[in-house]
T-cell receptor, first 114, second 111 residues
């Protein structure tokens, strides 16, 4: 199947700093990318959907100024958590899809804010 | 998208078939049934999907009832590596349809 990578796989940052997570589709063109967040023992929660070259659409309750999403190319999307706080510590997972095809997931990035 | 209902947990013996049920009584005619699984601390992995016919691939079989209100994912010969959370998701394919995850079924394969 198609491959989606994320970098870094884990990151620790201090409270108040910003951290960027990259998501890449390695062998297909990701016209749509999705960002999910998962807290321990919970299911994945969709944060936002982005189409290449367009602004992201955020789910209700997700702060767009705190979680900045850029999808500037067909193979790369980034999620920047601005002014991170301990409650932002979570497992962030990206997903990508080409057209109306299947949705493939990255391996996830574990963020710990101290 | 239609909502799905799954048992929160199931156990299965290694080497036996694991049958995971899913109810999706409000599914509409153009919505597919998708199954993903998530092994601990990894991203979800696509397993299989179907519309109304039964489907089989190298990982699993998907049995969809004639009225499409429920389905069963079958792992024919479960191994310890099949221990994961299994998500049944209903999704249309038009436009920007997205995958919305429920709570899933935590399947534990026992030796």
């Amino acid at each position: 199947g198609a491959v989606v990578s994320q970098h870094p796989s884990w990151v620790i940052c201090k409270s108040g700093t910003s951290v960027k997570i990259e998501c890449r589709s390695l062998d297909f063109q990701a016209t749509t990318m999705f960002w999910y967040r998962q807290f321990p023992k919970q299911s994945l929660m969709l944060m936002a959907t982005s189409n290449e070259g367009s602004k992201a659409t955020y789910e209700q309750g997700v702060e767009k100024d705190k979680f900045l999403i850029n999808h500037a190319s067909l193979t790369l999307s980034t999620l920047t958590v601005t002014s991170a706080h301990p409650e932002d510590s979570s497992f962030y997972i990206c997903s990508a899809r080409e057209g109306a095809g299947e949705q493939y997931f990255g391996p996830g990035t574990r963020l710990t804010v101290t | 998208d239609a909502k799905t209902t799954q048992p929160p947990s199931m156990d299965c013996a290694e080497g036996r078939a694991a049958n995971l049920p899913c109810n999706h009584s409000t599914i509409s005619g153009n919505e597919y049934v998708y199954w993903y699984r998530q092994i601990h601390s990894q991203g979800p992995q696509y397993i299989i999907h179907g519309l109304k016919n039964n489907e089989t691939n190298e990982m699993a079989s998907l049995i969809i009832t004639e009225d499409r209100k429920s389905s069963t994912l079958i792992l024919p010969h479960a191994t310890l590596r099949d221990t994961a959370v299994y998500y049944c998701i209903v999704r249309g394919i038009q436009g920007a349809q997205k995958l919305v995850f429920g709570q899933g079924t935590r399947l534990t394969i026992n030796p």
